[in-house]
């Protein structure tokens, strides 16, 4: 067995993993800061989060842009 991690469905490894990402993003009270993001910024990243598609704090703050673009 590969380093003798329990076997889990891959389904349960990615929701894992995105629940990771977002609480790391989310708990990063200096890089939130430095983007200065609202509130209803990050309902729309975590439901983003959600889905998947954000793999790491870059993306987060791409997305984060896109959304901002997206309200002018």
């Known amino acids: 067995m590969k380093g003798d991690r ?3 469905p891959d389904h349960e490894i ?3 993993e995105r629940r990771r990402m977002w609480e790391e ?3 990063d009270q200096k890089l ?6 609202k509130a209803d910024e990050m309902e ?3 439901q983003a989060a959600l889905l998947g598609t954000l ?10 842009d896109i959304i901002r673009r997206s309200r002018r």
């Open 6 to 8: 329990p076997f889990l």
């Open 14 to 16: 990615r929701a894992g």
């Open 25 to 27: 993003f989310s708990n």
């Open 32 to 37: 939130l800061k430095l983007y200065n993001v």
């Open 44 to 46: 729309s990243l975590k």
């Open 55 to 64: 793999l790491n704090k870059h993306d987060f703050i791409f997305m984060l």
